[in-house]
DNA sequence: CCACTATATGATTATCCACTCATACATCCT
DNA sequence: AGGATGTATGAGTGGATAATCATATAGTGG
């Protein structure tokens, strides 16, 4: 029931490449899951798992419609850390690429 | 070396209640790993490890200084990401005591 | 009731993670 | 050089995670 360990369950429910194209994928509003699988390349089961995941965890939200069972994001917060994250990549990819052209005219530097 | 790949490792990277707390350390500024593994109470193999994954995932960065060695946050973002979750998980504890409130009242509602 | 569609879940497997202990490596001091 | 300190890492272990297949559950319409 410590703060950091359900912070760390927030975190870990996005730290994942099919679970983040998720979130990317409700963006735009609900979707139910025979949506979702076939728009991420994966299985009905493996998606409903990871769906099931971030429900528990608090990020999404469910809401029963006959058959079908449509997911949304709870929080505008989980759009926000994604995009935080998209840009460091960014920083990182910048940076990464600097220090290669660096390293050529400047080898052994550090 | 896909994006989300990348983003997703980011965000691994920050989804442990050890390097969280390691984080949240390193807010204030850079410490050495003998000042940060007794301020989180664990073993300093396994901080190092913590740190190295953190290095490694392009979130922190190292100075070297004498023996010592200086860990840092390298991106703002990371604060803010944290930051990000931490309201995350205000809202959904005072959303599920309000569930349980209402619960006692009204009973089976969902 | 039966067939059909949508979703969830048990069981299994392979892989990854966090941790520990011991040890190596690097730097400093005398 | 030798001892002390700070940090990293190899090897091993137990437990978590992700994926798959098969099956169960639940709602819909004939």
Redesign the pocket.
């Known amino acids: 029931m410590e703060p950091s360990y359900l912070c760390a369950d927030i975190l870990?429910a996005l730290a994942?490449p099919?679970r983040l194209k998720i979130v990317e994928l409700l963006a735009d509003g609900e979707h139910?899951?025979?949506e979702i699988f076939p728009a991420i390349a994966?299985?009905?089961?493996?998606t409903?798992?990871?769906?099931?995941?971030m429900l528990k965890s608090g990020i999404l939200s469910?809401r029963?419609e006959?058959?079908?069972?449509y997911y949304s994001l709870r929080h505008p917060e989980v759009l926000e850390i994604v995009h935080l994250a998209e840009t460091m990549v960014d920083h990182e990819t910048m940076r990464r690429s600097a220090l290669v052209k660096a390293k050529r005219s400047l080898p052994l530097s550090r």
Chains 1, 2 share one sequence.
């Open positions: 870990k994942q099919i139910c899951v025979c994966q299985e009905q089961s493996n409903s798992r990871h769906l099931q995941m469910q029963k006959g058959l079908k069972i």
